[in-house]
């Protein structure tokens, strides 16, 4: 697997169209091509990186069943898009995309948004996968919105104050201790379509870290500790059934927040209520990858692919 963590280095393993071709049908069927119509058919090989399934007579490329489909766009500034989108700590927008890539700001912001469906492989993960028993998870919830007091007159929203979101998009989000974080944008914050979320990945007897909103309804299956961020209580230490230290907080998923705010408003400026969840995808598959390096999250990346 090539090492690339440059510009430079990108354009040593992707010097041209062929290249990528190559290294795509590498990655996607190794040392056999199999057809994505059916896969006991026997493949021949055509002009112009084709290929031919015997058994189905259609005709297939390495493009076939991937967001690159039904582009015309070379599959060299995909590539290099995808290298920018993975690198770049805070994402970039669709217009520094346009201007990196040499195409219109439609094209990039058609291309950003197929990039985003595949980030949330990492926001789906398997409540198998997720569970955190010995560490436990902290969960908390978020606004994602501008200020009503810095809108223009004809823009504020009447009677929002506080937690009010009327003007604001609800996220909320769990996240291990040492671990992965799963963000869902969520139409309230009651426990009737929360708690849906909270028992699909965490799993019962768990350790839950929160501040001091009302968690009603899950007592009775999860182990709840909580600081009261109205009182000044931001976190203590306690000590559990192996005598071991814990810190009761809910700083890891508000710091958390704090990082996807500043990525939202310092990159895209707006986002709206429609598309929040693909830029949350996008920001969890930042935050979940955020310890590997450039290369490796870009070759990650491209499995998601052709990931079934």
């Known amino acids: 697997m090539a090492t690339i963590n440059s510009f430079l280095e990108f354009m040593q393993v992707f010097p041209n169209e062929?290249?990528?071709i190559q290294y795509l049908e590498k990655k996607r069927w190794k040392d056999r091509i199999i057809s994505p119509f059916d896969s006991t058919s026997?493949?021949?090989?055509?002009?112009g990186h084709k290929y031919r399934c015997k058994n189905t007579g259609k005709y297939f490329t390495v493009k076939t069943n991937?967001?690159?489909?039904?582009?015309k766009i070379p599959l060299i500034k995909w590539l290099y898009l995808?290298?920018?989108y993975t690198k770049h700590k805070r994402s970039l927008s669709s217009h520094q995309a346009a201007r990196d890539l040499g195409v219109t700001q439609k094209t990039a912001w058609y291309m950003m948004n197929k990039l985003r469906e595949l980030t949330k492989r990492q926001n789906e993960s398997s409540p198998e996968d997720f569970a955190a028993v010995i560490w436990?998870?902290?969960?908390d919830e978020s606004y994602i919105g501008g200020k009503n007091k810095n809108r223009h007159k004809n823009k504020k929203v009447e009677k929002c104050q506080g937690r009010s979101y009327k003007d604001k998009v609800p996220v909320f989000g769990i996240l291990q201790r040492n671990g992965k974080l799963i963000a869902k944008v969520v139409e309230r914050t009651d426990m009737e379509h929360l708690l849906p979320i909270i028992k699909k990945y965490i799993k019962k007897g768990s350790v839950i870290y929160t501040d001091g909103l009302e968690y009603s309804g899950i007592t009775d299956d999860y182990i709840i500790r909580s600081v009261n961020h109205s009182a000044r209580l931001y976190g203590y230490f306690e000590f559990d059934e192996t005598d071991a230290m814990i810190m009761v907080c809910n700083n890891g998923i508000e710091n958390a927040w704090s990082h996807l705010k500043r990525t939202i408003f310092g990159t895209y400026y707006h986002v709206s209520r429609k598309y929040m969840q693909k830029y949350v995808d996008e920001y969890v598959f930042r935050f979940n990858t955020r310890k590997l390096r450039d290369s490796d999250r870009f070759h990650l990346y491209l499995q998601y692919i052709y990931a079934a």
């Open 18 to 20: 062929d290249s990528c």
């Open 42 to 47: 026997t493949v021949y090989k055509c002009k």
């Open 66 to 71: 991937t967001i690159f489909a039904k582009s």
């Open 82 to 84: 995808i290298f920018i």
């Open 136 to 139: 436990g998870c902290e969960i």
